[in-house]
């Protein structure tokens, strides 16, 4: 259990949302539990009185229909957080476009429609929040979905998470299945990917101050201008905020899930070395590209049913530089 927990529960108890789907008692499998989010869920999963199910990558290619099918016949789920991604920051996405739309397609087409032939009586798919243009108008709606060009530098893993959306709405509409969708903000936590090559901004610069501070290295380079702005969330707080949803939300459009409010990436720097104890210098490679120029949920829409995050971006790095050191130290 993280020490987000008794925060999250507070939360939940205060919430006016009637209660749609009753998880007690169910078998609740997550798909894609090893990765950051989806241990996140079976943590605060362990709180509920539910069964959690699990599909190792070993047992279980979510890739493949057959095997896919073959799984949710004799398991036999009753609810779903699909939360397996193939996932990567800039780099990764630029350098395999084909990679994070195929694989990405194949994972969230199996496990929806095996999810659908089963009779899942709910399911939860997880996007993110790089499905909106480049250039949407900030604070981002969930209403500006499709509403103009996305990041070149992502833009293939944005297209198979519009898919995965569209996917839910269809089977929602055609055959009545409670199928629904939260898109995050920008997520950091134990259990991130800290290799350079792929990671996203936090995990990469807990890692390059880490070890500049031990090997005494006077300068960090950061790609890019450090001037995006971007949101970030803690990712215990978002796996409180999918329990809530899958309990109280119900209509097919989706849902995004944010802090509210967000920094620089000279900012967010800036707070990472404080929490790592880095008191060296920044350089900017701004030969590297800097993505969208912000990127802010408008988190109107699950706010208004009773949800709000409770980790602050201080306390969050800090708590993910620590389990940083457990794995890394």
Not at 297 to 314: E, F, H, Q
């Amino acid at each position: 259990m993280t020490d987000a927990a008794p925060q999250a529960a507070a939360r939940q108890a205060t919430t006016t949302a009637p209660v749609t789907y009753d998880l007690t008692g169910a078998r609740v499998f997550v798909a894609g539990h090893r990765g950051m989010v989806g241990s996140a869920l079976c943590r605060r999963l362990a709180r509920e009185p539910v069964t959690v199910l699990t599909a190792p990558r070993d047992a279980v290619d979510l890739r493949d229909q057959a095997a896919v099918a073959a799984w949710f016949a004799e398991a036999r789920p009753d609810a779903v957080f699909l939360a397996a991604a193939k996932v990567g920051g800039i780099l990764a996405n630029d350098h395999s476009p084909a990679d994070f739309l195929y694989d990405n397609l194949m994972i969230e087409a199996n496990l929806i429609h095996a999810a659908h032939q089963t009779g899942v009586a709910k399911l939860l798919f997880l996007g993110s929040s790089c499905i909106y243009p480049k250039h949407a108008t900030q604070p981002m709606d969930e209403a500006q979905l499709l509403t103009g060009p996305l990041e070149p530098t992502n833009e293939w893993y944005a297209i198979a998470k519009i898919a995965g959306i569209k996917l839910c709405q269809a089977y929602a509409r055609q055959h009545g299945r409670r199928f629904i969708s939260a898109m995050p903000t920008n997520l950091y936590g134990p259990g991130d990917t800290y290799d350079l090559e792929t990671s996203h901004v936090i995990p990469a610069l807990i890692r390059k101050m880490h070890e500049a501070r031990v090997t005494g290295a006077p300068a960090v380079t950061l790609w890019g201008s450090g001037r995006p702005r971007r949101e970030f969330l803690y990712v215990d707080d978002l796996a409180d905020a999918l329990v809530f949803l899958m309990r109280h939300y119900e209509a097919p459009e989706h849902v995004n899930v944010g802090w509210g409010e967000d920094v620089t990436i000279a900012e967010v720097a800036e707070r990472i070395a404080a929490a790592v104890g880095f008191a060296g210098r920044f350089d900017y490679d701004t030969s590297k590209p800097d993505g969208t120029p912000r990127k802010l949920l408008d988190t109107s829409r699950l706010n208004a049913l009773g949800w709000r995050p409770g980790v602050t971006l201080d306390d969050g790095l800090a708590r993910t530089y620590r389990a940083f050191l457990a794995d890394h130290g």
